[in-house]
Structure formats: structure tokens, C-alpha cells
């Protein structure tokens, strides 16, 4: 079973920034992709950010400039910084991972898990 957890929303500011993080246990063997899914108040949760296993961070039209995640090279380390925050940014920001069918992973086909989600709230 893998186990997301976000961590490091709080309150900011318009304009302001902050550091999400996404810790990952258990097993990671299968896991293809990761994302972040904000949730908007009274909205359903948006794709924002897709990181394959092995690749580049692909960003919605709606966060890129402002939504970067550096990779250190560390599997499943997918921790944005979200830069320049307006009240679009207000929010729980769910960790995701997909899970691959390939291989010895045929019954995570179709897996996602999800993490409880760390609240952001852009205020002014």
C-alpha cells in the first residue's frame, strides 16, 4: 500500500510563496506518475502537475511560471514551489500517485492513491 502526505500549506499572502512537500511510504515499486490535484473551494480537484517516474514535470496552463518542482533525482520527489500565489491558488493540495500495470505490477493497474491533502490559503 503506498501512503502519500502533504505537508507545508498554511496562509500567504497575494504574491507570496510557498513550499508543499509529499512524503511516499510503503511500496513505490509500481508507482508510473505523481501529481497535484488542488481543490478548489466548492471545485472539483484540478490536475495541475504530472511527474512521470522517469522524466519532466508537465504543468496545466493554469500554474506554469508560478508551480515548479525541482527534481533532486530522488524517486517519487515531486515537493513544488508555488511562487507569485493569487486567491486562484486557495485550496487543499492533494499528492497523487498512479500506479503501472507493467510487469510484476499488473494488479496496481489502475491504482491511484491519494494523500489528506495540505490547505492553502491566499488572503489580500
Known amino acids: 500500500q503506498v501512503q502519500l502526505r502533504e505537508s507545508g500549506g498554511g496562509l500567504v499572502q497575494a504574491g507570496g510563496s510557498l513550499r508543499l512537500s509529499c512524503a511516499v511510504s510503503g511500496d513505490t515499486s509500481c508507482i508510473s506518475a505523481m501529481g497535484w490535484h488542488p481543490q478548489a473551494p466548492g471545485k472539483e480537484r484540478e490536475l495541475v502537475a504530472t511527474i512521470p517516474d522517469s522524466g519532466r514535470a508537465y504543468y496545466a496552463d493554469s500554474v506554469k511560471g508560478r508551480f515548479t518542482i525541482p527534481r533532486d533525482g530522488a524517486k517519487n520527489t515531486v515537493d513544488p514551489q508555488m511562487n507569485s500565489l493569487g486567491p486562484g491558488g486557495t485550496g487543499v493540495y492533494f499528492c497523487?500517485?498512479?500506479?503501472?500495470?507493467?510487469?510484476?505490477?499488473?494488479?496496481?493497474?489502475?491504482?491511484?492513491?491519494w494523500g489528506q491533502g495540505t490547505k492553502v490559503t491566499v488572503s489580500s
Open positions: 497523487t500517485a498512479d500506479s503501472s500495470g507493467w510487469g510484476t505490477c499488473a494488479e496496481t493497474e489502475g491504482d491511484s492513491y
